[in-house]
C-alpha cells in the first residue's frame, strides 16, 4: 500500500462547480498534512496547510478526519485557472522534514 | 525575492555519463532537499541537508547518487554511471528551517538515453 493515495483523476468539471478530492494515508503517526498544487511542467507550490480543525481560504476549504486517515480539498465556484493537479502531502512526525507526496488529482475546469 | 534556482534546466546524455545537477536556495534558508519525480509519479525524497548537520541520505537510490552542498549554500547532485531508470525531473527545494514551508526549484530534466 502507497504512503500517500489519491484518485488521479482527470476530474473534468465546467467553471463555477465544486469539486472535492481526497486522500489516504497510511502512517497513523503523521502530523502535518498539506495540500500542493502542481501546474504542468512546473514545480510544485504550498497550495494550503491542513489543520486539524479544518480551515478554509478563499474557495479552498482542506478537512482532517485523523481516525479514517484521510484529507480531503474543496473547491468551490471552480476557474478556469484552477486547472492543475492537486498533490497531497503528508509529513511523519513533528520533527521529520521528509515530506511523502501522493502522485495527485487531475484537475480539468472547462468553460 | 529571488526563488530557489537550478541548472541545467533540462539534460540529454547518454547512458554511462555522468551528470552533476546544481541547485541554489533561497538566501537565508538552512534546510535544503533534493526529490525525483518520474512521469505520472508522485515526488520522492532523496536527500536532506540541514546547517552543518551530516544530511540524510536515506532515499538515495543507489550508490551512484552522491550530493554535497558547500557553505551551506548551494548543493550539487551528481549521478555516476547514469541508467534509464534515473530519467526524471529532479527537483530541489529549501525551507527557512527544517518547520517551515519548502519552496521549490523548477527542477531539471533528465534524459537518459
Known amino acids: 500500500r502507497k504512503e500517500v493515495e489519491q484518485d488521479p483523476g482527470p476530474f473534468n468539471v465546467p467553471e463555477g462547480a465544486t469539486v472535492a478530492f481526497n486522500c489516504t494515508y497510511s502512517?497513523?503517526?503523521?502530523?502535518?498534512f498539506f495540500w500542493y498544487r502542481q501546474d504542468c511542467r512546473k514545480e510544485p507550490k504550498l497550495l494550503m496547510s491542513?489543520?486539524?480543525s479544518g480551515n478554509e481560504d478563499g474557495r479552498f476549504t482542506a478537512q482532517l478526519n485523523r481516525a479514517s486517515q484521510y484529507i480531503s480539498l474543496l473547491i468551490r465556484d471552480s476557474k478556469l485557472s484552477d486547472s492543475a493537479t492537486y498533490l497531497c502531502?503528508?509529513?511523519?512526525?513533528?520533527?521529520?522534514?521528509?515530506?511523502?507526496f501522493g502522485s495527485g488529482t487531475r484537475l480539468l475546469v472547462r468553460p | 525575492g529571488a526563488g530557489v534556482s537550478q541548472s541545467p534546466s533540462n539534460k540529454v546524455t547518454e547512458k554511462g555519463k555522468d551528470v552533476e545537477l546544481r541547485c541554489d536556495p533561497i538566501?537565508?534558508?538552512?534546510?535544503l532537499y533534493w526529490y525525483r519525480q518520474s512521469l505520472g509519479q508522485g515526488l520522492e525524497f532523496l536527500i536532506y541537508f540541514q546547517g552543518n548537520s551530516a544530511p540524510d541520505k536515506s532515499g538515495l537510490p543507489s550508490d551512484r547518487f552522491s550530493a554535497e552542498r558547500t557553505g551551506g549554500s548551494v548543493s550539487t547532485l551528481t549521478i555516476q554511471r547514469t541508467q534509464q531508470e534515473d530519467s526524471a525531473v529532479y527537483l530541489c527545494a529549501s525551507s527557512l528551517t527544517v518547520r517551515e514551508t519548502q519552496y521549490f526549484g523548477p527542477g531539471t530534466r533528465l534524459l537518459v538515453l
Open positions: 502531502v503528508v509529513n511523519i512526525g513533528d520533527s521529520s522534514y521528509k515530506l511523502i
Open positions: 491542513v489543520y486539524s
Open positions: 538566501s537565508g534558508h538552512t534546510a
Open positions: 502512517n497513523s503517526a503523521s502530523q502535518s
